[in-house]
């Protein structure tokens, strides 16, 4: 995972698609564990939408390569 500083200040968190999904299912774990925890469960969201997302990508370049 590394961290960049964007230009506004904001801090993003770039990862692999495994490390993704480490962290949909530590938040996934915590989340039913705490579940009046409004963050976490806004980070859970956040984390599963921008992994569907990127699943849905790769499906759309697997379509674009497989036609001819």
Request: proline fraction near 4%; hydrophobic fraction near 45%; charged fraction near 30%.
């Amino acid at each position: 995972m590394q961290f960049v500083q964007t230009p506004a200040g904001d801090g993003v968190a770039v990862m692999e698609a495994k490390e993704v999904l480490v962290v949909e299912l530590a938040l996934s774990r915590y989340v039913l564990e705490h579940p009046d925890s409004h963050v976490a469960v806004r980070m859970l969201a956040d984390v599963s939408r921008a992994n569907e997302e990127r699943e849905a990508r790769m499906e759309d370049l697997a379509e674009g390569a497989a036609s001819p």
